[in-house]
C-alpha cells in the first residue's frame, strides 16, 4: 500500500504565485498534499514549495504547459507517481490580454483559447481517467463573465466557456461523488493585477465593490478551500463569484 494513500492531494495549475500560491499555502495548511505546477521559471514555484516543506506539508513542483495534452498527462503521472493518486483539481492557471475585439490579433486570440479553455479542458479530461472518486475539481472563471466591459471580449469568452464545461462536466461525472464548481473572481490584488496599473485606476476599482476594497490572494484561496473541503460537499456544477460583491 502507497504510504501517501490516506492523504488528499490536490493539483493547482499555474500556483508558482499570485491566487495560485495562495491557494498552494491553503490547501497545504488543510491537510492536502499538495502539487505546485508552473509553466515557465522554477524558482518560484521551488520557493513556495521550501516555504510550505516548512509547516510540514508534502509538495511536489511539476512543469506543465496545461495547454499541452502530453504534458498535462505527465503532470497527473508525476502526481501519481509522487502521492499514490489524485483527489482534487484546481485550474487556476490562465492568462488575459486585453484589446477590442476588432483589435485583437490571431495569436493573441489563439493564446487565450489555449490556455484557459483548450488547457481547462486538457486537465478536465485527464481528471475523468484518473481523479479518485470523492474528488473535487474547481475551475477557474472570472466575474467578467458578468460584468461583459469592452476589451475582455475573447477573455470573458473563454471563462464563459469554463462556466459551461463546469456545469456540463459536473453531469457527465454522476455516480462517482466528484463535485465540479467554479470560482469567478473579481479585481484580486495580485502582483499580476497591479503591475502598470495608475494608482487612481487601482483606488477606483478598489470602490467598485459595495465592500470598498481590492480581493486579496487568501480570500480566493479560502473560496477554494470551501469548494475542496468537507463543507462544500452539497455544492455541484456552480460558479461562486468570489468578489465583494462587484456583480
Known amino acids: 500500500m502507497n504510504v501517501h494513500s490516506k492523504k488528499q492531494v490536490a493539483i493547482v495549475t499555474g500556483s ?19 502539487v505546485i505546477n508552473y509553466s515557465g521559471n522554477a524558482a518560484p514555484a521551488e520557493a513556495l514549495a521550501r516555504k510550505i516543506e516548512q509547516s510540514g506539508a508534502q509538495v511536489l513542483t511539476v512543469k506543465a504547459d496545461i495547454s499541452d495534452t502530453s504534458a ?5 503521472e508525476a502526481t501519481e507517481n509522487a502521492f499514490g493518486g489524485v483527489d482534487v483539481l484546481v485550474n487556476n492557471a490562465g492568462i488575459m490580454a486585453l ?6 490579433d490571431d495569436e493573441t486570440f489563439d493564446r487565450q483559447v489555449a490556455i484557459n479553455f483548450k488547457g481547462t479542458f486538457n486537465t478536465l479530461r485527464e481528471a ?6 470523492g474528488g473535487r475539481i474547481i475551475n477557474f ?4 463573465v458578468g460584468l461583459l466591459q469592452p476589451t475582455y471580449g475573447v477573455y ?13 462536466f459536473a453531469k457527465e461525472l454522476r455516480g462517482r461523488s466528484i463535485t465540479v464548481n467554479s470560482v469567478a473572481p473579481g479585481p484580486t490584488a495580485t502582483d499580476l493585477f ?12 478598489s470602490k467598485l465593490a459595495p465592500l470598498e476594497r481590492l480581493g486579496q490572494p487568501e480570500d480566493i484561496a479560502s473560496a477554494v478551500a470551501f469548494l475542496a473541503g468537507p463543507d462544500g460537499a452539497w455544492i455541484n456544477g456552480q460558479s461562486l463569484r468570489s468578489n465583494g460583491g462587484i456583480i
Open 194 to 205: 497591479l503591475n502598470g496599473k495608475p494608482q487612481e485606476v487601482i483606488d477606483r476599482l
Open 99 to 104: 484589446s477590442t475585439i476588432a483589435e485583437t
Open 141 to 144: 472563471s472570472s466575474s467578467v
Open 16 to 34: 508558482s504565485r499570485g491566487i495560485g500560491a495562495a491557494i498552494v499555502e491553503r490547501l497545504a495548511a488543510d491537510g492536502f498534499a499538495v
Open 128 to 133: 475523468a481517467k484518473r481523479l479518485r472518486d
Open 156 to 168: 470573458a469568452g473563454t471563462k464563459a466557456a469554463v462556466e459551461a464545461m463546469t456545469s456540463i
Open 72 to 76: 498535462v498527462r505527465a503532470l497527473f
